[in-house]
Each structure stands twice: as C-alpha cells, then as structure tokens.
C-alpha cells in the first residue's frame, strides 16, 4: 500500500535503532543517518510527529527487575526518551530542519511541554514534532505513547521502524517456517498475542483507525521506499 496518500504521518522509531552497532546510548552518526531520511520524508510533503523510545538507555521493567522501584523505573526510562528526541532535534537541525521537541512531562528550560494546537500549529508551519516523554505515565510504553500522539494530531498513519521487516507467523529466528504478513488485521494482533506493539497501542490505533506500518528502519531508504509503497513491510489494519 502506498502512503502517498497519506498527509500526516507518525514515525515511532525504538530508542535502540539509535544505539547503530553500539551495544548502549546514542550513536550520533547513526541519529544522523536516521535524521536524513526524516528529512526526505518532509522534504517529499509530509507532515511528520516523531516518537522516539528510550530502550537504548534505560527501560522501567529492567529496573525493576533490579530492584529499583518500577514507577521510578518508569520515570526515568521517560526522561531517557528525552534526551533521544533531543539528540534526533540536534541531527535534524544539523541538516536545517525547523523541529520542536514537546514532552509530555513538562520541562521548561529544555523544550516545550506537549499541547495539542500549539503542535498543530508547527506542523502546519512544517516543522517536525519530536513528541518526547510517552505518555507521561509509568506503566505505559512509548508505543501507546505514539498510538496515542497519532490519535490526538489526526495521523494518517502510524509507522513503526523497528530492527525486523515487518510481523511474523512466529519467531524468525528460531522457526524457519515463520511467514511475514503483508497485512493483518487489529483483531489478529491482538488475539494472537504478536509481539510487535503492546496491545493498548494496538487497540488504539483500531479505535481511531489509524494503520501501523511495521517495517526495518535497519536498511538505509526504508522509510522513502514504505512511503512509495515499495518496501518490505506488514500493515496492520481493519
Ligand atoms: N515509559 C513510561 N511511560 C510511557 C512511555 C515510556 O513509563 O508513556 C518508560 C518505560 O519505563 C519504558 C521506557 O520509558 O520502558 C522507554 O520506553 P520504551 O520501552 O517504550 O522504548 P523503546 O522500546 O521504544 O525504545
């Protein structure tokens, strides 16, 4: 399916895409890899919302499961998300891109808190929106963070670049029968328990009918080719 018609999109990207080869934290060439091919993305006539995770820095669960307190956890994974949509606003306007940052947990002195029509107003001006801070919740993921950015902001489309091409009938790499699906609906994600956004941001996006382009942000031109309609992809859909 071609997005291109489609106006306003949503790109969530894993905070771990932004590691590159790195085994932690933020690979400044890769961010700004990632951040030209935002910019093609503009540059072709979208309307782009940024979402950006925070697993390359720290995540609420891993804390908890060492002892931290998991709201605590929660917290700080949020304010990990930050500072990745800090670093993709640095490498955007490295590359003369209007971006702002807005989180979801206010924070004055570094970017603006998220309010609805003060974003619509900059993508409107074409300036991209780094949606920072998820939900501004513990127990909550920067997936349903974007679901719902993507809800709130009338996306056309929500579009996950991960480290796999797409969803599958099982684990790749461990089940050589496993099949990619071109598409699939809500209901299937759901009910089978496929592990590719948790199920609140799933739920979402069938709500408000939002599809979810599943694709490998791994390969450099992805985002232009699921755009154009000629990439390696899963949508999921009614
Ligand atoms: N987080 C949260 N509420 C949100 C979004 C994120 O508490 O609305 C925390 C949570 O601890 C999560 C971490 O921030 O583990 C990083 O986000 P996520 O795991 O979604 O990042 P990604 O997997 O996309 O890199």
Not at 212 to 228: C, T, W
Request: proline letters at 3%; aromatic letters at 6%; one cysteine or more.
């Amino acid at each position: 399916m071609p997005l291109k018609d489609k106006k306003r999109i949503l790109l969530k990207l894993s905070g771990e895409v932004l590691m590159g080869e790195q085994e932690y934290g933020i690979d400044p060439a890769y961010v700004a890899r990632l951040a030209e091919e935002v910019k093609a993305a503009k540059d072709a006539g979208y309307e782009i919302c940024l979402v950006i995770g925070g697993g390359n820095i720290f995540r609420g669960v891993a804390g908890a499961a060492r002892g931290l307190d998991r709201t605590t956890g929660d917290y700080m994974g949020m304010l990990a998300t930050v500072m990745n949509a800090l670093a993709m606003q640095n490498a955007l306007e490295q590359l003369g891109v209007q971006t702002r940052v807005q989180s979801a947990i206010p924070m004055a002195s570094v970017c603006e808190p998220y309010i609805r029509r003060r974003a619509e107003r900059h993508l409107q001006k074409g300036r991209i929106v780094i949606f920072a801070a998820g939900t501004g919740n513990p127990f909550f993921t920067t997936d349903t963070g974007a679901a719902l950015r993507a809800a709130e902001m009338n996306c056309d489309a929500l579009l996950k670049g991960t480290s796999v091409d797409g969803i599958y009938s099982a684990d790749p790499k461990t089940d050589p029968n496993a099949t990619r699906f071109e598409t699939i609906t809500y209901d299937k994600v759901l009910s089978d328990n496929l592990k590719v956004m948790d199920a609140a941001a799933v739920a979402l996006c069938r709500e408000n009918h939002i599809p979810i382009v599943v694709f490998s942000i791994r390969e450099k031109g992805n985002v232009a080719r699921v755009l154009d309609g000629s990439g390696v992809q899963t949508i999921v859909q009614e």
